[in-house]
C-alpha cells in the first residue's frame, strides 16, 4: 500500500477505498482547508487517526478554498497543503476535492468514521447521515482554543 499518497476524485481512489475495505480497514475521514499548518490541526489530526486504522483527509481545492473564505485565500496552494499533511504521521491519504463541501467524497468513501471539529455539532457535519446510514459513527473532536490560521494571519498583519 502506497502511504501518503494525494488523489484526485479519480478511479485511484474508487480501488483505493475497495482495498481499504476488503482488507478490513477501520477508515476514518475528516476534511479541511489546512492552509498554515499550526498545533490545533496536528493535535486533531492525531486524535482523529486514534478513531481507526487508515486516516483519509479531504482537502478543499485551492478554488473550493476562495469559494468558502474568500479571495485572499488560501495563502499555500493545494499540491503544497497536500505534500504538509500527506507527510504527518497520522494522515494515510490526502484527497484534493473541487466542490465547497465534501458530500460527494463522504458518499464515495463511505467511512466508518466521520470526524470534525468541536466547532461542528455531530448532526451538521456533511455527510453525517451516509456515514449513520452505513453503520458507522460520526464524531465531533474537542475544540482546541487559540489556534486558528485566521489568528495566525490576524498576528502576521498586525505586527
Excluded at 483505493?16 to 493535535?43: P, W, Y
Excluded at 473564505?69 to 497520522?90: C, M
Excluded at 468513501?109 to 455531530?122: A, F
Amino acid at each position: 500500500m502506497l502511504e501518503h499518497t494525494v488523489y484526485k476524485i479519480d478511479e485511484r481512489l474508487n480501488e483505493l477505498v475497495h482495498k481499504l475495505k476488503s482488507n478490513n480497514s477501520k477508515i476514518v475521514f475528516t476534511n479541511g482547508v489546512f492552509d498554515i499548518l499550526h498545533r490545533g490541526h496536528v493535535e486533531y489530526l492525531n486524535e482523529a487517526k486514534a478513531y481507526g486504522d487508515i486516516l483519509i483527509v479531504g482537502l478543499n481545492s485551492d478554488t473550493s478554498v476562495k469559494i468558502i473564505k474568500g479571495s485572499s485565500r488560501p495563502i499555500n496552494s493545494e499540491q503544497d497543503r497536500a505534500f504538509v499533511l500527506s507527510n504527518l504521521k497520522a494522515v494515510d491519504y490526502v484527497v484534493i476535492f473541487e466542490e465547497d463541501n465534501p458530500h460527494n467524497l463522504i458518499k464515495l468513501i463511505v467511512p466508518d468514521v466521520l470526524v470534525k471539529g468541536g466547532d461542528w455539532k455531530p448532526e451538521n457535519i456533511i455527510g453525517s447521515d451516509i456515514v449513520q446510514n452505513n453503520g458507522g459513527r460520526v464524531i465531533s473532536l474537542q475544540y482546541v482554543n487559540n489556534y486558528s490560521t485566521t489568528g495566525i494571519i490576524k498576528k502576521i498583519v498586525e505586527n
